[in-house]
Each structure stands twice: as structure tokens, then as C-alpha cells.
């Protein structure tokens, strides 16, 4: 099921995507399903959906922080409700694009989904005055250009033509691989949309092979159990481009899988009581799936 994220500032035209996007899935006869992170314990975006969608919120907090066993939660009821096609997930302006695709993830059902890309909505204007801000919250403006597998600079009918060069100009010096577009209520041709994938061997993430920030993430699920000897090996070898794994590892020397969280370098294993589906998530840059793929093949 294809997944979409949608980041940015608060108010820079989120909302607005969202309602576009749901015009196209049902173009497309797809159902679309929405999960919407709010920072305030009240929900207003909401009231934007239609009936008849099925939707999903998380309130008074962030999904890359501290709500991250309700996101979960969420989610799964999502997939046990009623059917849909496609899943967009808004997150708050806080979030960090990374952060939320790691709390996606999760390995009890990340099989099931097919993630699509980041797509970073920037208010045009407040990207020009951002200096104002504070530097953690230009830090964040960063990282969300940085992860945008889309760019869209929103409300272009506020931006002079030299406001949009020069837009243009540091927007590609951030992040000079993923299309920048302009819109006004947050309008993206749909053409940007279907190219949207982390699957390297499509023809539009060839076009990033140059570009070293592009987050992926793969699925690998275990048909048998492995040696944990033989399992750390196969981690000592890993690139430091893998920044995050987490799983459930059928061991051989173990009845039931053992849940399993690597960040950055460092694993750590803890028992289980019950079975557990061996699915394991692996995020990173420019993930070498075939390579890790049959790596882990290989230790059966
Ligand atoms: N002038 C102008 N206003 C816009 C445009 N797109 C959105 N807006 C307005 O900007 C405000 C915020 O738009 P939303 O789509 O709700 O933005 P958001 O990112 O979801 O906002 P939050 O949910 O507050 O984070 C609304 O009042 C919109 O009507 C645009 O292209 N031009």
C-alpha cells in the first residue's frame, strides 16, 4: 500500500496538499485513508476531510516523539477497519522527517506498507524571513527540505519573481535532487506524485543516485531461523549509511523471536514470550536492498 508523508511548517499549506491528494486517489478510484498529527490536544484539520474517509488522529503531540505507542495503535486500527487503497500521513510542523518514518515502521505491520516519499510543503515567504527564527527551528526548516522527496513552495501567488528565483536558488542548494514546485492552495500535477518512490531501480530514483540524503527503507522478512553469531557478523559489515533497524530475529538458539533495535551502530536484544512476525525494518541512505537482501539470505 503506497505511503505518503507529508511535512512542513505549521500553516505553510499541508492541509491544502492533503485535500488535493484526496481529490486524486479518487480519480484514481482508490480509497485513501488519512492519519493527521496534531501538536494541540484539539483536532481543526480534521473537520477538512470528508465523511466516508477512513482517518486517523493523533493529538497533543508529535509522532516522532512522544506519542510514538499511539501511532502504532493508530495505524493498526486503520488496517483492521475498513479497507483503503493508500495512506497519507500529515505530520506537525515539529516533526522530523526521518524520525516520523522510523515511528512508521513499525515491524508489526511495515511489510504491508510501501513508502513513497517525504513530501516537504514550504511556505514561500516565511522560508525568505526564516533568519527571524530560531536556529533550532531553522535547523528543523533544514531537515525537512533536506528529506523532501517533493518540494512545494506554497502560495506562490505571494512570491515576486525574484522572490522565486531566489527561492529556487536555496532550495536547491539544500536539497538539489528532488523537483522544486510552486503552487498556490498546494496544487501538484499528479505526474509528481506517481514518481514519487524509494525504490532505486525505478526510473525516477536513478535520477538521485548522486544524492546521498535520500532516506529508504526495506522489509525483510526471515522464512527461518539464523545464528546470532552469524547475524552480528552480517552487522559488523554494514555500511554506516544504515541508520536504523528494528525487528523480531527468530534465533536459532530461541523458541520465539527475539525483538531486535539497532541504531546507529549499536544493537540491542530483548526475549520474547509469544510468536511474533520475523519482519525486519531497515532504514538508511541509498539502502543496497539487493546487496542486504541476499546477505541476510545467506545466513539460513
Ligand atoms: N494566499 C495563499 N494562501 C494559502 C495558500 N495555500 C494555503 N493558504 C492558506 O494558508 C493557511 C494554511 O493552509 P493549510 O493548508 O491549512 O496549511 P497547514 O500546513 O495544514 O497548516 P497547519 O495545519 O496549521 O500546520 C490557510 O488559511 C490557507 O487558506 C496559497 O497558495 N496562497
Given at each position: 500500500m503506497p505511503v505518503y508523508i507529508v511535512s512542513g511548517f505549521l500553516g505553510a499549506g499541508k492541509t491544502s496538499f492533503l485535500k488535493n491528494w484526496i481529490l486524486r486517489e479518487k480519480e484514481l478510484q482508490h480509497t485513501p485513508a488519512i492519519l493527521m498529527n496534531e501538536l494541540g490536544n484539539v483536532s481543526i484539520d480534521s473537520d477538512e476531510v470528508e465523511d466516508g474517509i477512513p482517518l486517523?488522529?493523533?493529538?497533543?503531540?508529535?509522532?516522532?516523539?512522544?506519542?510514538?505507542e499511539k501511532l502504532e495503535?493508530?495505524?493498526?486500527?486503520?488496517?483492521?477497519g475498513e479497507p483503503f487503497d493508500s495512506l497519507l500521513i500529515e505530520?506537525?510542523?515539529?516533526?522530523?522527517?526521518?524520525?516520523?518514518?522510523?515511528?512508521?515502521?513499525?515491524?508489526?505491520?511495515a511489510d504491508r506498507f510501501d513508502m513513497r516519499g517525504v513530501i516537504t510543503v514550504v511556505d514561500g515567504t516565511r522560508f525568505l524571513e526564516r533568519n527571524t527564527l530560531s536556529i533550532q527551528v531553522q535547523?528543523?526548516?533544514?531537515?525537512?527540505?533536506r528529506h523532501g522527496d517533493l518540494i512545494i513552495v506554497n502560495k506562490a501567488d505571494q512570491l515576486s519573481d525574484s522572490m522565486q528565483a531566489e527561492l529556487s536558488q536555496s532550495l536547491q542548494s539544500i536539497n538539489s535532487m528532488s523537483p522544486v514546485l510552486f503552487t498556490t492552495y498546494s496544487k501538484v500535477p499528479s505526474k509528481y506524485i506517481d514518481q514519487l518512490t524509494f525504490d532505486p531501480k525505478s526510473k525516477n530514483a536513478s535520477l538521485h543516485v548522486e544524492n546521498t540524503l535520500r532516506i529508504q527503507s526495506m522489509v525483510y522478512t526471515f522464512e527461518s531461523s539464523v545464528d546470532l553469531e552469524e547475524f552480528e557478523a552480517f552487522l559488523r559489515e554494514l555500511p554506516d549509511s544504515i541508520y536504523r533497524m528494528k525487528g523480531y530475529i527468530p534465533f536459532t538458539h530461541s523458541k520465539y523471536p527475539y525483538t531486535f533495535q539497532y541504531s546507529y551502530g549499536m544493537p540491542l536484544y530483548f526475549p520474547n514470550?509469544?510468536?511474533?512476525?520475523?519482519?525486519?525494518?531497515?532504514?538508511?541512505?541509498?539502502?543496497?536492498?539487493?546487496?542486504?537482501?541476499?546477505?541476510?539470505?545467506?545466513l539460513y
Amino acid at each position: 500500500m503506497p505511503v505518503y508523508i507529508v511535512s512542513g511548517f505549521l500553516g505553510a499549506g499541508k492541509t491544502s496538499f492533503l485535500k488535493n491528494w484526496i481529490l486524486r486517489e479518487k480519480e484514481l478510484q482508490h480509497t485513501p485513508a488519512i492519519l493527521m498529527n496534531e501538536l494541540g490536544n484539539v483536532s481543526i484539520d480534521s473537520d477538512e476531510v470528508e465523511d466516508g474517509i477512513p482517518l486517523k488522529e493523533l493529538l497533543g503531540g508529535c509522532i516522532c516523539c512522544t506519542i510514538q505507542e499511539k501511532l502504532e495503535a493508530q495505524l493498526q486500527e486503520l488496517l483492521f477497519g475498513e479497507p483503503f487503497d493508500s495512506l497519507l500521513i500529515e505530520t506537525t510542523g515539529a516533526a522530523h522527517p526521518v524520525e516520523v518514518i522510523d515511528s512508521i515502521l513499525s515491524p508489526l505491520f511495515a511489510d504491508r506498507f510501501d513508502m513513497r516519499g517525504v513530501i516537504t510543503v514550504v511556505d514561500g515567504t516565511r522560508f525568505l524571513e526564516r533568519n527571524t527564527l530560531s536556529i533550532q527551528v531553522q535547523q528543523l526548516y533544514l531537515e525537512q527540505i533536506r528529506h523532501g522527496d517533493l518540494i512545494i513552495v506554497n502560495k506562490a501567488d505571494q512570491l515576486s519573481d525574484s522572490m522565486q528565483a531566489e527561492l529556487s536558488q536555496s532550495l536547491q542548494s539544500i536539497n538539489s535532487m528532488s523537483p522544486v514546485l510552486f503552487t498556490t492552495y498546494s496544487k501538484v500535477p499528479s505526474k509528481y506524485i506517481d514518481q514519487l518512490t524509494f525504490d532505486p531501480k525505478s526510473k525516477n530514483a536513478s535520477l538521485h543516485v548522486e544524492n546521498t540524503l535520500r532516506i529508504q527503507s526495506m522489509v525483510y522478512t526471515f522464512e527461518s531461523s539464523v545464528d546470532l553469531e552469524e547475524f552480528e557478523a552480517f552487522l559488523r559489515e554494514l555500511p554506516d549509511s544504515i541508520y536504523r533497524m528494528k525487528g523480531y530475529i527468530p534465533f536459532t538458539h530461541s523458541k520465539y523471536p527475539y525483538t531486535f533495535q539497532y541504531s546507529y551502530g549499536m544493537p540491542l536484544y530483548f526475549p520474547n514470550e509469544m510468536k511474533m512476525p520475523t519482519n525486519l525494518v531497515i532504514i538508511g541512505e541509498n539502502l543496497p536492498k539487493d546487496e542486504l537482501r541476499d546477505k541476510l539470505n545467506s545466513l539460513y
